[in-house]
């Protein structure tokens, strides 16, 4: 299966990067990285050609003028161009689990659509990680909150349906505060 895997962002390079790494860090390797970025200012675009030179699959970029909030005419443009017969959506503050692909991979299933639940972190830990570019969480780390989103139990899945044709995942942290895509 080809897996194309669409980043939107606006002006967050810093935890765009930490999204980023946490792609690197995968079980399953995406087919390819495309990063639906609404305007956001020219560091955007020298990180993402800093990742495309050591990055474990291709990263297309597509970028439109900074005009206010269009974040769905760039994930229109950006899902214009994948080439993965299935698509997995974040947004630029996520960082994954290291088995989310290969967990949607797993779950996939022909006219199902999967959806999930993000821990949060609070601003304290938010600024460590950016600081140190290290992600590395688990329900024991200080500063995560929505711990039960955080883990990861697949066994568990199953009781997790809400319809035959929605499914829902507690496999991704995000921090979600004063800044919005």
Not at 20 to 40: F, H
Not at 43 to 64: A, M, Q, R
Not at 85 to 103: K, N, R, V
Request: glycine share 4%.
């Amino acid at each position: 299966m080809k897996v194309s895997l669409v980043i939107s962002t606006y002006n967050w390079k810093e935890a765009l990067c930490l999204c980023l790494l946490s792609v690197t860090r995968q079980t399953v390797i995406p087919t390819e990285v495309i990063i639906a970025d609404d305007g956001s200012r020219s560091d955007t675009k020298l990180l993402i050609e800093e990742f495309k030179n050591h990055f474990p699959c291709p990263i297309k970029h597509v970028w439109h003028e900074d005009n206010g909030w269009r974040k769905c005419i760039i994930m229109n443009k950006a899902f214009a161009v994948c080439e993965g017969d299935y698509i997995i959506e974040i947004d630029g503050d996520i960082i994954m689990h290291s088995h989310f692909i290969e967990d949607h991979v797993t779950e996939a299933t022909p006219g199902c659509f999967l959806v999930g639940s993000r821990g949060k972190i609070n601003e304290k830990l938010l600024k460590r990680l950016l600081q140190r570019q290290d992600y590395r969480l688990s329900i024991f780390t200080q500063g995560v909150c929505r711990k039960l989103n955080v883990l990861r139990l697949p066994w568990l899945t199953p009781l997790f349906f809400f319809t035959n044709r929605i499914r829902k995942r507690e496999d991704v942290i995000s921090h979600f505060g004063s800044r919005t895509f």
